[in-house]
């Protein structure tokens, strides 16, 4: 029920085109919904997020996509760069659990020049 | 940079040993989540205290235990340690209280090495 499933585990985009992670979720208590970049040798940090009231959230070139009745969300990068080459957790919470975060697995994705 | 530092930034140990991980929280924030990551576990919440007080526990096993102290940066302490205890260990912190949600600012974490 806590689990947050995330697809594909790894993923290469040639520059300019769009990266697409999916992810899916159990628990329908969950609310919150952030995406985390991040690069090696750094910590997490948050790039977008959303919540279960809005389908679909953008924010420069990355789009969160939201299927209530599915269980799914999944992140959109548009005109990929070589500098978005990262690896993506997806992760949801709900606010019952103090914002605990339940991460995805996470994509590794590598933007080719 | 996140403004949440952690030390220290590399940890060599032996099986059985006990070590202590140290985070300060952005100034002004009052929640200190510690987070484990690794290989095959992935990204796994511990533990979570606000304001100096326990506030939600994940999968943090009973080796491992954690504190904030009244200045809000916290420490999480392993022992008895085990191969499989070789990780990242991040910390996280923000403003949230009961109820709201605020992004999670992590720090550049710890990566113990148990050998």
């Known amino acids: 029920q806590q689990q947050v499933k995330q697809s594909p585990q790894s993923l290469i985009v040639q520059k300019g085109g769009i990266s697409i992670i999916n992810c899916a979720y159990e628990?329908?208590?969950?609310?919150?919904f952030p995406w985390y970049q991040q690069f090696p040798g750094k910590g997490p940090a948050l790039l977008i997020a959303?919540?279960?009231?809005?389908s679909e959230k953008k924010e420069g070139r990355f789009t969160i996509s939201f299927n209530k009745s599915a269980k799914q969300f999944s992140l959109h990068i548009m005109d990929s760069q070589p500098g978005d080459s990262a690896t993506y957790f997806c992760?949801?919470?709900?606010?019952?659990?103090?914002?605990?975060?339940?991460f995805g697995t996470g994509t590794r994705l590598l933007v080719s020049p | 940079d996140s403004g949440v530092t952690q030390t220290p930034k590399h940890l060599i140990t032996a099986t059985g040993q006990r070590v202590t991980l140290r985070c300060s929280p952005r100034?002004?924030?009052?929640?200190v989540y510690w987070y484990q990551q690794s290989l095959d576990q992935g990204l796994q919440f511990l533990i979570q205290?606000?304001?100096?007080?326990?506030?939600a526990k994940g999968n943090i096993l009973e080796r491992f235990s954690a504190q904030q102290f009244p200045d809000l940066h916290s420490e999480l302490n392993l022992s008895s340690l085990e191969l499989g205890d070789s990780a990242l260990y991040f910390c996280?912190?923000?403003?949230?209280?009961?109820?709201?949600?605020?992004?999670?600012?992590f720090g550049p974490g710890t990566r113990l090495t148990v050998l």
């Open positions: 996280a912190s923000s403003v949230a209280r009961t109820g709201d949600l605020y992004e999670q600012f």
């Open positions: 628990n329908t208590a969950f609310d919150y």
């Open positions: 959303i919540r279960p009231d809005v």
């Open positions: 992760a949801a919470s709900d606010y019952t659990g103090f914002q605990k975060l339940v």
């Open positions: 100034s002004g924030d009052l929640s």
């Open positions: 205290y606000y304001n100096g007080e326990e506030r």
